[in-house]
């Protein structure tokens, strides 16, 4: 096989390092790749793709079997934010991983993440679970948010989507597919299982005081990128200013 080859950008941001190595046999890719700051390696990437050889060299495609890990370890989003150049982004502690198997004709994903959010200042915080995946052309995906050690709300969704279109547009053979034929069969649904009213202040902009907890269920339908929901809410224990609202 071919010497590995690397790509570095220390100089590119300050504070960040990163590099990326690569090698290949004209069938088979290796990648190895990291990035962070002085002291830990944030996110690192580590892989094996296929090869496809053309007239215009070599790209990723293929037949063969996929193997890649996409891995941000445990981090604060303070040290993203010093990386990125002082962009805005919310406090939190978050860690994600993604890992690509199957092949290229059936890839399977899945994503297991997580992020703990101070709720204010002083106060308690909330973790936010995402994880999901992709296997036989389904998409699926779950959210959940815990605030004392209990699910708050929780989301789950699934749509099929069209693997064979995004193949032929990644490997030029196709035109961009629409997010109409892309995605089919869309569902899910949202649950509010007495989630503080407080917590939502804390994602979403919300006008006058008015404590409490929702409750309450949806039914999701649609598309992943025009959701219908149909359902209902309670409002538990609501309280505006200094007055209780009976229900």
Excluded: C, Y
Aim: hydrophobic share 45%; charged share 20%.
């Amino acid at each position: 096989g071919r010497a590995p080859a690397s790509l570095g950008a220390d100089e590119q941001v300050e504070g960040l390092r990163a590099q990326l190595a690569f090698q290949g046999d004209g069938q088979r890719m290796h990648l190895d790749g990291f990035a962070g700051d002085a002291r830990t390696d944030i996110l690192v990437l580590t892989g094996d793709l296929p090869l496809q050889l053309g007239r215009e060299g070599a790209r990723l495609g293929g037949s063969g079997p996929l193997n890649a890990t996409v891995t941000l370890a445990p981090v604060n989003v303070v040290t993203l934010r010093e990386l990125l150049a002082g962009r805005e982004l919310p406090d939190a502690r978050v860690s994600a991983e993604i890992t690509v198997s199957g092949t290229t004709d059936a890839p399977v994903l899945r994503l297991v993440s997580s992020a703990d959010l101070p709720l204010n200042a002083e106060g308690p915080t909330a973790r936010v679970w995402l994880d999901g995946g992709l296997d036989d052309g389904v998409l699926t995906a779950r959210l959940v948010l815990n605030q004392e050690f209990q699910a708050r709300m929780e989301t789950v969704a699934a749509t099929r989507i069209d693997i064979q279109a995004l193949r032929r547009w990644a490997s030029g053979e196709g035109a961009p597919p629409t997010p109409k034929a892309l995605f089919s069969d869309f569902g899910g649904a949202i649950l509010l299982k007495q989630l503080p009213i407080a917590t939502i202040r804390r994602f979403v902009p919300f006008r006058g005081d008015v404590d409490g907890a929702l409750a309450g269920a949806f039914a999701l339908s649609g598309s992943p990128l025009a959701p219908r929901l149909q359902g209902g809410i309670n409002v538990m224990n609501a309280r505006a200013g200094q007055l209780r609202v009976e229900p």
